[in-house]
């Protein structure tokens, strides 16, 4: 039980990629459905207590009308003070050109337009996090509250929600209906039950939820790779190599694609976690490489190469899919913009997470992308570049880590 790290991760600060590329097109699709659920649950608590909300409403007016009452006597006050002084300056003020005055004016109207607009993304990015952490806080807290039902043989957590579901829309039901009839003698014992069982739920489900936070659910460490010294393990063209603590790949021309695979033929992943960091060092930023993962074979061109593989390009978009026959790309997440990214020629964190028929894409720690597929069920680890019309991108990959799963 765990904050999703597409919300725990989650930077409330606008990005501009770059110039005006806002950063609320990067959004991650769970946090925007976290934030969905968030708003609905925001707006059906503020349907069931609006009464309550009208009454705060009514006196946050009230002290709002007595803080701008005061505001104005004491502007007034003001006035009356620097009339005489107003006067003296604008006798000595200076009548600039009516060129300058407009140059002035685009300046200070452009500086707050750019102002506004960050504002803007910044308030959307503070809302949609903050409902994404209602969403998922409701989920965490709802799920601890029906844990204890276990006890009673329910052991299924739709039938939990279900249960709970039914007990807390029975008790607002009934407090709705004491409100109209006016029988507020019960509404007190009312409250105290609705409150008092779930919240003792909760408790118990604290207590006894067997929790097991940072579990690595691939400990077993078979390959770190930081390229310091010659490998003979990772197959690759002979126009790639090792050197300057990096594997390198130079630019790829005519929409080629090369690659660089680790481990003989008994060296095959099932379920793995695979990590490596690329960096992008010259070349057009339209051009992609990345990870692949369950490879078949090596990287001959004789052989028809099937894998899974996540992309980046240094303009900042991201893609997900496999490679069936050497000769078509299905992309599974379809090339999009991420804030994950660092654009350009920077280092970024490239994570491929197989497990049964789950890929899972990070970036820089993000999860930004998850597919289900049979089609390849092991295989083994490697880089990729691929090339573009124009002379490609040359790529370093370092810092490789390959984890796995318990025997």
Request: charged fraction near 20%.
């Amino acid at each position: 039980m765990s904050y999703p790290p597409e919300v725990s991760g989650a930077s409330y600060l606008p990005e501009f990629f770059p110039f005006f590329h806002l950063s609320i097109f990067g959004i991650p699709e769970v946090q925007i459905i976290y934030s969905i659920f968030g708003s609905l649950i925001f707006f059906i608590c503020a349907f069931i207590f609006r009464e309550d909300l009208n009454l705060l409403k009514e006196k946050l007016k009230s002290k709002v009308g007595i803080f701008y009452n005061s505001r104005n006597q004491v502007r007034e006050r003001y006035k009356n003070r620097s009339g005489w002084s107003n006067q003296w300056v604008y006798n000595l003020r200076y009548t600039p050109s009516k060129g300058m005055i407009i140059l002035v004016w685009l300046i200070k109207t452009t500086f707050l337009l750019l102002i506004l607009l960050w504002l803007i993304i910044f308030i959307i990015n503070w809302i949609i996090n903050l409902l994404a952490w209602l969403g998922s806080s409701f989920l965490l807290i709802t799920d601890l509250t029906t844990y204890p039902l276990k006890a009673i043989g329910i052991e299924q957590a739709a039938i939990g929600w279900l249960v709970l579901g039914c007990f807390v829309g029975g008790a607002i039901g009934l407090i709705q209906s004491l409100k109209r009839i006016e029988q507020y003698s019960y509404l007190d014992k009312v409250y105290l039950i609705a409150i008092i069982i779930p919240s003792l739920l909760f408790i118990t489900g604290l207590i006894t939820a067997n929790f097991q936070h940072n579990i690595d659910f691939f400990p077993n460490v078979v390959l770190v790779d930081d390229f310091k010294y010659p490998s003979q393990n990772w197959n690759k063209d002979t126009l790639l190599s090792i050197k300057n603590g990096g594997l390198f790949h130079p630019g790829t021309k005519n929409n080629n694609f090369k690659v660089s695979i680790w481990g003989n033929k008994n060296q095959i992943f099932k379920d793995f976690d695979f990590s490596v960091d690329v960096k992008k060092v010259n070349g057009t930023d339209d051009s992609a490489f990345g990870i692949i993962a369950r490879t078949s074979e090596n990287n001959k061109s004789s052989v028809r190469q099937n894998f899974y593989y996540l992309l980046i390009k240094g303009n900042g978009e991201f893609a997900m899919g496999k490679l069936i026959g050497s000769n078509k790309w299905e992309d599974k997440v379809g090339w999009q913009h991420s804030t994950s990214i660092k654009q350009g020629n920077n280092i970024n964190r490239l994570r491929v997470v197989c497990n049964g028929k789950k890929v899972i894409g990070w970036i820089n720690g993000q999860r930004v992308g998850i597919f289900e597929d049979d089609s390849y069920t092991s295989g083994k680890i490697g880089v990729i570049s691929l090339g573009s019309s124009d002379d490609g991108a040359a790529v370093y990959f370092d810092n490789v880590l390959v984890k796995t799963k318990p025997e």
